[in-house]
T-cell receptor, first 109, second 108 residues
Framework: DVKVTQSSRYLVKRTGEKVFLECVQD?????MFWYRQDPGLGLRLIYF???????EKGDIPEGYSVSREKKERFSLILESASTNQTSMYLC????????FGPGTRLTVT | KNEVEQSPQNLTAQEGEFITINCSYS?????LHWLQQHPGGGIVSLFM???GKKKHGRLIATINIQEKHSSLHITASHPRDSAVYIC??????????FGEGTQLTVNP
């Protein structure tokens, strides 16, 4: 059974903190994605990666960075968390069909 | 205007009813995806299609490339079908653009 896991289901951080969200997939997929999901706005792409050490900006990359040192792991970094980054963060991997992780609900206070 | 438009935004049905959710898009695509999201956040891929029709159990997805339109049908709906259904189009290299979703509630 295919699996995408995320490091936390719920996370509470303070404004200005550095936040790491980790995503691991066990399907040997080249493509990995980070999305955020907000009411009324749907899913929006933050960053994606087609291969190890490769990254591409999505639609809303401002305030975020990513790291992909190994094929199975794709990390999303909030360098200095702000309250407008409170959201549900979803990771996905794909070769064709996308497989999603369970999501991390991040609250920045 | 969004590149992917879904209708309706909200849908309430009685158990057993036939349900249709529509998706229209305005860009060239290589594939269209239908996704399901239950309360709690998990998203599951239901279908990926680039032409014609696919069926899985009580779910049927169709796409008309010329009209840039897809439909998701649920036959004999059940309360466990209650979820958000999301249409997404693949415009290049697995990069998806999403509709806002349709909240389906099936009452017993």
């Amino acid at each position: 059974d295919v699996k995408v896991t995320q490091s936390s289901r719920y996370l509470v951080k303070r404004t200005g903190e550095k936040v790491f969200l980790e995503c691991v997939q066990d399907m040997d997929h080249e493509n990995m994605f980070w999305y955020r999901q907000d009411p009324g706005l749907g899913l929006r792409l933050i960053y994606f990666s087609y291969d190890v050490k490769m990254k591409e900006k999505g639609d809303i990359p401002e305030g975020y960075s990513v790291s992909r040192e190994k094929k199975e792991r794709f990390s999303l970094i909030l360098e200095s968390a702000s309250t407008n980054q409170t959201s549900m963060y979803l990771c996905a991997s794909s070769r064709a069909e996308q497989y999603f992780g369970p999501g991390t609900r991040l609250t920045v206070t | 205007k969004n590149e992917v438009e879904q209708s309706p935004q909200n849908l309430t049905a009685q158990e057993g009813e036939f349900i249709t959710i529509n998706c229209s898009y305005s860009v060239g695509i290589s594939a269209l995806h239908w996704l399901q999201q239950h309360p709690g956040g998990g998203i599951v891929s239901l279908f990926m299609l680039s032409s014609g029709k696919k069926k899985h159990g009580r779910l049927i997805a169709t796409i008309n490339i010329q009209e840039k339109h897809s439909s998701l049908h649920i036959t004999a709906s059940h309360p466990r079908d209650s979820a958000v259904y999301i249409c997404a189009v693949d415009t290049s290299g697995s990069r998806l653009t999403f509709g806002e979703g349709t909240q389906l509630t099936v009452n017993p």
